[in-house]
């Protein structure tokens, strides 16, 4: 069955350093991948979508990698301030007859210290 | 606001009794998820509707389990003689229709958190 792992389950880092989270899954071929941003008591909220036919996404301080032959996206979040901690999630998409069914990863929790 | 809203945003019921929650897409928007998430896990797809027809379902949704969309607009999910293990919060989301650039994107709502005791 598919399988999507997210590096950490916690990550700690120093204000104006750059976060880098990691998503890996196997068992499948997403159309799409997607980032999500998620904090205590709240719904996700979207950040970025990357499609398998692009290597690199950015948006303001954040950075979306894809690499469909690793099976793999990395996530990064430049200049860091504590205003990110959050539980960043990835989410898994096709297109299709299964477009509604995102698989989400279990998240990292990103903790930014001033 | 114009947000997705969902209804209530706290329920607390005793085993075997039956849930409803409501859901408010945003107004434009003709796709409706609903996914459960548990603590330290990531959302897991429920179901899924286009207008008002259920496209979807996950082999997470028993028969316990069911949702509606009569109009195309708001949802509502229903769990029948729930079971402790029906605790969780439950996330409703929408997303425009295919000839919208961002019809990927998913647009969460707050949550409904059960407990069931």
């Known amino acids: 069955s598919q399988k999507i792992e997210q590096n950490s389950e916690a990550l700690n880092i120093q204000e104006g350093k750059t976060a880098t989270l990691t998503c890996n899954y196997t068992?499948?071929?997403?159309?799409?991948l997607q980032w999500y941003r998620q904090d205590p008591g709240r719904g996700p909220v979207f950040l970025l979508l990357?499609?398998?036919?692009?290597k690199e996404k950015r948006k303001e301080r954040l950075k979306v990698t894809f690499d469909t032959t690793l099976k793999q996206s990395l996530f990064h979040i430049t200049a860091s301030q504590p205003a990110d901690s959050a539980t960043y999630l990835c989410a898994l998409g096709r297109y299709g007859g299964s477009q509604g069914n995102l698989i989400f990863g279990k998240g990292t929790k990103l903790s930014v210290k001033p | 606001d114009t947000g997705v809203s969902q209804d209530p945003r706290h329920k607390i019921t005793k085993r075997g009794q039956n849930v409803t929650f409501r859901c408010d897409p945003i107004s434009e928007h003709n796709r409706l998820y609903w996914y459960r998430q548990t603590l330290g896990q990531g959302p897991e797809f429920l179901t899924y509707f286009q207008n008002e027809a259920q496209l979807e379902k996950s082999r997470l949704l028993s028969d316990r389990f069911s949702a509606e969309r009569p109009k195309g607009s708001f949802s509502t999910l229903e769990i029948q003689r729930t079971e402790q293990g029906d605790s969780a919060m439950y996330l409703c989301?929408?997303?425009?229709?295919?000839?919208?650039?961002?019809?990927?994107?998913?647009?969460f709502g707050p949550g409904t958190r059960l407990t069931v005791l």
């Open positions: 989301a929408s997303s425009p229709g295919v000839t919208s650039g961002s019809y990927n994107e998913q647009f």
């Open positions: 990357i499609r398998e036919n692009e």
């Open positions: 068992n499948y071929s997403p159309a799409y």
